[in-house]
């Protein structure tokens, strides 16, 4: 069984950043596809990006691409998501989830993982 547990959420003004983190532990934690998703209250659950297993394929929503950028940590089994030029659309619950499947494809489908974090609430004020 692998475990997710996500940190690094907060509040932050328009325009500004915040980095979150996820650190995955137990099962295969080493060889997991990794994403980010986010749900607004009232709103589905929604892709925001991916890294494969190997970190050779990197996806994003077009709602942050150009202003987030999700990396792998020295230690495998960690994750983060640098995100810069925060506007308050950017408000959300940050799930981290984890997949085992290794492929090329971008996974954007919360059902296609496996392991999910608590998540951490990101506030952004205009």
């Known amino acids: 069984q692998v475990q997710l547990v996500e940190s690094g959420g907060g509040l932050v003004q328009a325009g500004g950043s915040l980095r979150v983190s996820c650190a995955a532990s137990g099962g295969t934690s080493d060889s997991l596809g990794m994403g980010w998703f986010r749900q607004a209250p009232g709103k589905e659950r929604e892709f925001v990006a991916y890294?494969?297993?190997?970190?050779?394929?990197?996806h994003y929503s077009d709602s942050v691409k150009g202003r987030f950028t999700i990396s792998g940590g020295n230690a495998k089994n960690t994750v983060y998501l640098q995100m810069n030029s925060l506007n308050p659309e950017d408000t959300a619950v940050y799930y981290c989830?984890?997949?085992?499947?290794?492929?090329?494809?971008?996974?954007?489908?919360?059902?296609?993982?496996?392991?999910w974090g608590q998540g951490t609430q990101v506030t952004v004020s205009s």
């Open positions: 989830a984890a997949t085992t499947l290794q492929t090329h494809t971008p996974l954007i489908v919360p059902t296609l993982y496996l392991f």
């Open positions: 890294r494969s297993w190997n970190g050779g394929v990197i």
